[in-house]
């Protein structure tokens, strides 16, 4: 009997939950690896799983100083589009897109990816202007996109506000259809159980305090829990942490690290079925398939590794909420968390070498990676295999900060900058 089939179900839940068998091995650490990936979130789960499953390099280590997705994978509020300005970023979260849209099987494991459509509502005429200008790019692109007006943006959303006399009428939207939610903690949990399935060794518990270098070159971590781990190369995927990371290599990235804040409510039934983002009045929300409503805004505009922000972000995310769909009014708000993300001054990532010989970082995806991961591992994991930048993961260098090229996605990153 397939224990993920509907008789295993029935059997594990009478077994009253004993004698599960893990999803992936505890293993100890060994002296040497051919890759070290600093981080086990959704990214650097998923590079160590391209990294065997394309380039067959096996021999690898994910070290993570918590638990398996831990950090701002599985605080994120799932929301997975592609629909970006600039040719650069299209191409590497359209990419993503079309690994998302075979994860599932691909890992066999559901990560619960539904395409229900993503909103970003303009609100005044600069942004229809700017919706019209990234829905005519991202078409030329092929990616998926119609531009809509108050009208079919009402058929969309009944429960929405979309009269005239709101504060902030809203005028149109850009739709993407192809774009949706996924269950963020599934995944890092699918590519978890897939990348120790090729033998790659995931060792949670276990932080980096050091990288250790000669010559130029990295050549091991320094782990509190296990002393030196060397390998071949290293890289760091350590999102709201980078700066700490590049800081014992040596140098410094052009990052600020923030907290970003979401709320959920309580469950409500089925209301919403799809995705609403306003940069303008600025908050967004989805329901879950629990059926709570799941709330963020923007960044805490302070620098700080607390995983919490402030009230008044908190306040400012309700009142846009509410402006927009009034009927939530009397929802309670059950939870609210923080995760620390790393934002880049042009709001894309680096995916990149570093002054540091055999050290790469893919870090700066600041409030919009978790759309991004399937992408995202499967470039680094071919920069990492050959030492040199995936096609898609050139532009997005580090260096690109000393010649001035640099990609502005200020506005597609959106409501949650
Ligand atoms: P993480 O999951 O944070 O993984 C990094 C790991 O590195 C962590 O587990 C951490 O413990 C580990 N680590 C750090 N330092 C060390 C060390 N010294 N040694 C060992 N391990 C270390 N993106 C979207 O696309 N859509 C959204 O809707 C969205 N909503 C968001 C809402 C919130 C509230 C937040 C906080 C973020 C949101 N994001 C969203 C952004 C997204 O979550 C991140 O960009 C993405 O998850 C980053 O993935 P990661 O795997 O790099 O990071
Ligand atoms: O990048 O789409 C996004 C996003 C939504 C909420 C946080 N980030």
């Known amino acids: 009997m397939n224990k993920y089939s509907g008789f295993g179900l029935l059997k594990h839940g009478l077994s009253y939950h004993e004698n599960w068998q893990r999803a992936w091995r505890n293993p100890k650490p060994k002296a040497k690896y051919d890759v070290v ?10 590079t160590a799983y391209y990294l065997a499953k394309v ?5 690898i280590a994910v070290v993570e100083k918590g638990y398996l997705g831990g950090g701002n994978t599985a605080r994120n509020t799932t929301i997975v589009r592609s629909n970006y ?20 099987q691909d890992l066999n494991y559901n990560v619960m990816f539904s395409q229900r459509g993503v909103l970003n509502l303009g609100h005044t005429l600069q942004d229809m202007r700017d919706i019209q200008r990234r829905v005519n790019a991202n078409r030329l692109n092929g990616i998926d996109g119609e531009v809509l007006d108050t009208q079919q943006v009402q058929e969309i959303v009944p429960i929405m506000d979309c009269s005239a006399n709101t504060r902030y009428p809203v005028l149109g939207a850009s739709w993407q259809p192809r774009a949706g939610v996924a269950r963020h903690d599934a995944v890092a949990w699918g ?15 276990c932080e980096v305090d050091d990288i250790i270098t000669e010559d130029g070159a990295a050549v091991a971590v320094h782990t509190k829990q ?41 469950p409500i039934k089925p209301i919403l079925d799809t995705v609403v983002m306003s940069n303008h ?17 923007g960044i805490d505009g302070y620098n700080g590794y607390g995983q919490r922000g402030s009230y008044s972000t908190i306040e400012h995310t309700v009142q846009a909420i509410i402006e927009l769909f009034p009927i939530f009014s009397r929802v309670r708000m059950n939870r609210q968390w923080g995760g620390i993300v790393d934002t880049c001054p042009d709001a894309c990532p680096i995916i990149s070498d570093t002054p540091v010989e055999n050290l790469f970082f893919n870090c700066g995806w600041g409030t919009g990676g978790f759309k991004a991961t399937p992408g995202s591992g499967h470039v680094f994991a071919a920069t990492l295999a050959k030492g040199e930048a995936h096609e898609l993961a050139k532009p997005f260098s580090m260096f690109r900060f000393n010649d001035g090229s640099l990609i502005d996605e200020h506005g597609a990153a959106g409501v949650a900058h």
């Open 37 to 46: 990936i600093v981080g086990g979130g959704g990214h650097g789960l998923a």
């Open 55 to 59: 380039h067959g390099v096996t021999n």
């Open 85 to 104: 300005l600039w040719d650069e970023s299209a191409h590497l979260y359209e990419h993503a897109m079309k690994l998302w849209e075979g994860l599932s």
């Open 191 to 205: 590519y978890a159980r897939a990348a120790d399935a090729l033998g790659v060794d995931l060792i949670q518990q």
């Open 226 to 266: 296990h002393g030196l781990i060397k390998a071949d190369r290293i890289g760091c995927v350590v999102a709201g942490n980078s700066s700490v990371l590049a800081k014992m290599a040596g140098f410094s990235l052009p990052l600020e690290s923030h907290p970003l804040q979401a709320l959920v409510s309580e």
């Open 281 to 297: 009045v600025h908050g967004y929300v989805s329901q879950s398939d629990k059926g709570d409503l799941v709330i963020g805004a």
